[in-house]
């Protein structure tokens, strides 16, 4: 899965357009970043921008930002509604997919290294990539603002993390840290009461709620929280005059502890119990396609159905059940990051029709080659064997067995994505073995640099096509779990699945043996080479197996 990280740095400065430009274009000049939006505020004299791409690419666009806004603004003369302490404010890494929390942390860490030496001014880390547990908290890291700075780098306890312990009164400070993606939604009740929306938040959000009763003891009055049903939730209700309707609006701020279905079935039991229906869902800006996926998963399983479907599937179930169309028509491709994205390869071979794919193969190009096919045809193979697990846990009478077959369902459609990526892996695997062989070799060095690069692009070409051996062979086991206990009237489906499994994977093995030849390490050769023959024969056996349950299933 590639790694895409978001990055969503608030700078101090609201109001004067230009030096929002500048540090705008500071983030989209970075090759293989998308600025996805700006949000300045006036009153706050702040502007958010939100910004993705790979690990690497997001963190050399933060720093690029970070170093114009420490050009640009100047911290003696700002005056906002918001808190604040430095010229950017906080850099938080949000790791999106391909990543995890403590990869985002350690690339946070990373950036701050090289922010507080080459630029020169103090660094705090914060949320997962603190350095101290006192400094997690953001509200903790930037208390005393701008204006404490000076006392506040006298306190051994808040010496920063990386460049110098002292007031830069220009630039101020930045924290920078790591932390989930923060999702806001607004649930829509079929009410006008704004004190009734209020109740229903309280229920839910984390602060819950504060009511007033007498000490015995003492006699005085005194306050009591009761915490809400959401951990990491914060809501509050309010009308919309544009709908005519009220809202719960919510802010969760780590969705691993609370997903969005989660927060709208705690929604909806809440309303439920004070006379009322949530009629929908409003996503406010993106999310990340697992928080789609995942909701459509766990409302497939509470219809006791199987989740191994495409992404689109599932995310039309999450549309419908929340009602992410209620108030506006829901458009992937404008709300979830991933979609949004763009860059990649121009040209992907899995976006074409069949007919242009056939075509592109049928060329005089070299490039798709056998590689390709033998991981198109496995992911077929796949495909088929996922449909009959899907097929099985939807078969009348068979309701007991619907988790078993679901669960051989995910884990199909899990490799069908991952064979399907193969489909351009391995003609971009290809195309650099091109590449190095067209790399200049008029002298020793240039020799010396080309024979290297083959060399690396080769092991890569072996590589590509080893992976859809391994893959196509893990699927084996679906298909044969298919023929002998799946919907007996799918049994020819699952058996061409293993069939075109074992055909992928022998297209794959022409591929492994023909680039292995221009290897020059042959003990590393000959190991992948023993590898590939291992898992080709034990494919071959095991289809061989599942061909003969097929026949007999049929002619019984």
């Known amino acids: 899965m590639q790694q895409i990280l978001e990055c969503v740095p608030n700078f101090s400065e609201g109001r004067n357009p230009d030096i929002i430009r500048q540090i ?14 700006v949000d300045p505020g006036k009153a706050t004299n702040r502007t958010v921008m939100t910004f993705v791409g790979s690990p690497k690419q997001v963190v050399e666009a933060a720093f690029q930002a970070i170093k114009k806004a420490q050009e640009l603004i100047d911290m003696r003369h700002h005056k906002g509604e918001h808190p604040r302490f430095g010229a950017t404010d906080v850099c938080p890494l949000v790791p999106v997919s391909g990543i995890s929390m403590e990869e985002a942390a350690e690339w ?3 950036l701050g290294k090289r922010v507080g030496e080459e630029l020169n001014f103090p660094v705090f880390l914060y949320e997962s990539a603190a350095s101290a547990p006192h400094r997690k908290n953001l509200a903790s890291v930037r208390a005393g603002e701008y204006e404490g700075l000076e006392a506040k780098f006298k306190q051994p306890e808040w010496q920063p993390d990386f460049g110098p312990a002292e007031f830069v009164a220009k630039t101020g400070t930045i924290a920078i840290g790591a932390r989930d993606f923060l999702i806001a939604v607004n649930y829509n009740l079929n009410t006008t009461s704004v004190r009734r929306a209020n109740a229903i938040s309280f229920d839910v959000r984390e602060a819950g709620r504060l009511t007033k009763s007498t000490d015995p003891v003492t006699g005085k009055e005194v306050e009591i929280r009761t915490p809400g049903t959401l951990k990491a939730a914060k809501a509050i209700g309010w009308f919309i005059e544009e709908y005519g309707i009220a809202q719960v609006s919510m802010n969760l701020t780590d969705i691993q502890t609370t997903p969005l279905h989660v927060a709208f079935d705690a ?4 309303a439920m119990n004070r006379g009322i229906r949530v009629s929908g869902t409003e996503i406010v800006g993106m999310v990340p396609l697992r928080v789609l996926t995942d909701a459509g998963k766990y409302f497939l399983r509470k219809q ?7 992404d689109a599937e599932l995310i039309k179930i999450a549309v419908k059940s929340m009602g992410l169309d209620d108030l506006a028509s829901f458009d992937p491709a404008q709300k979830v990051i991933e979609y949004k994205i763009k860059g990649g390869p121009s040209k992907r071979l899995v976006s074409m029709t069949l007919d242009k794919f056939t075509e592109e193969v049928a060329s005089e190009s070299p490039a798709p080659g056998g590689g390709s096919v033998a991981a198109y045809i496995a992911s077929c193979g796949i495909a088929l064997a996922t449909m009959v697990a899907n097929l099985s846990a939807h078969k009348r009478g068979w309701d007991d067995r619907w988790e078993y077959f679901s669960d051989w369902a995910e884990k199909g459609e899990t490799i069908r994505r991952q064979l399907i990526a193969a489909v351009d892996a391995d003609t971009e695997a290809f195309n650099k073995v091109m590449e190095a062989f067209s790399m200049p070799k008029g002298t020793p060095e240039e020799k010396q640099l080309r024979s290297a690069a083959i060399q690396k692009a080769q092991l890569g070409a072996v590589q590509v096509p080893l992976d859809v051996m391994k893959m196509a062979a893990s699927a084996l086991p679906v298909a044969e779990a298919m ?26 093995y022409l591929n492994v043996c023909i680039n292995l030849k221009d290897l020059k390490d042959r003990a590393l050769a000959d190991s992948i080479s023993t590898e590939a023959i291992g898992i080709l024969t034990e494919s071959q056996n095991m289809e061989s197996d599942i061909r003969k349950t097929v026949l007999q299933t049929i002619q019984a």
Request: hydrophobic share 35%.
């Open 24 to 37: 705008a274009e500071a983030i989209s000049s970075t090759d293989g970043v998308e600025l996805l939006d």
């Open 108 to 110: 946070a860490r990373k």
């Open 267 to 270: 929604v909806v039991t809440s």
């Open 304 to 310: 006791n159905r199987s989740t191994g479907l495409p």
């Open 483 to 508: 023929v002998k206990q799946g919907n007996p009237n799918s049994v020819t489906d699952a058996g061409v699945g293993a069939s075109a499994l074992v055909c992928g994977i022998y297209g794959a």
